[in-house]
């Protein structure tokens, strides 16, 4: 005898399936680019600063197809052709490499150039996470002065209460948590830190 199918909340929705064009469209593939040190530079520091992976990146700017039209009619042959470039292999989806080979040949533009002239629209990011990094260095001072301060009373709190007092163990218990969450902004920060000298 068959199971007779039971109603899901689903059943009563309508939503419109996902093409199987669409999933592949969202396949991931290597492309190889000519680009200078300094585009790969600013997606790798994008990239970490943010906690964005490169792929998400290049999909983003890519598949933007107005900002690439405008790029793409902009580009100067002679002054892509005079950077110093290197080759790097990325991984992007399949949509966003088709998008890119699509207005090389609309437009006659070369794809590396698209690539790198994309990537620099990630430059005034990279300004705002130079500031933002700034002002986390100054936090993680007032942080660190903090935690001094904190361990004293500690001390202070043992040598009259001793080990064994509620009010120490309440007050240990948050110094450890504290010390922790210091060891991990520091740790942040200190990798955040290749973007000061960009």
Do not use: W
């Not at 929705?13 to 669409?22: H, K, Y």
């Not at 580009?75 to 991984?91: C, N, Y």
């Not at 009373?153 to 969450?181: C, Q, T």
């Amino acid at each position: 005898m068959a199971k007779k199918h039971r109603n899901t909340p689903f059943d009563e929705i309508t939503l419109p399936l996902p093409s199987p064009a669409d999933l592949r469209g969202r396949q991931s593939v290597r492309a190889t680019f000519k680009l200078s040190a300094r585009a790969i530079d600013v997606i790798s520091i994008v990239a970490a600063q943010l906690g964005i992976k490169q792929k998400s990146l290049f999909d983003h700017l890519i598949e933007d197809v107005k900002s690439l039209n405008v790029i793409a009619n902009e580009i100067e042959d002679e002054t892509f052709g005079a950077l110093d470039r290197i080759q790097k292999t990325f991984v992007v989806s399949r949509r966003t490499l088709s998008c890119l080979e699509e207005t090389s040949r609309q437009f006659n533009a070369p794809r590396d150039a698209l690539v790198e002239y994309s990537i620099q629209r990630l430059l005034p990011v990279i300004e705002k996470e130079r500031e933002r990094h700034r002002k986390r260095k100054d936090v993680l001072n007032d942080i660190n002065t903090h935690l001094q301060q904190g361990l004293k009373i500690l001390e202070k709190a043992r040598a009259l209460l001793g080990e064994e007092d509620p009010v120490y163990a309440k007050f240990e218990s948050a110094m450890h948590a504290s010390v922790n969450a210091q060891t991990h902004i520091e740790d942040f920060v200190r990798r955040g830190s290749v973007i000061e000298d960009f």
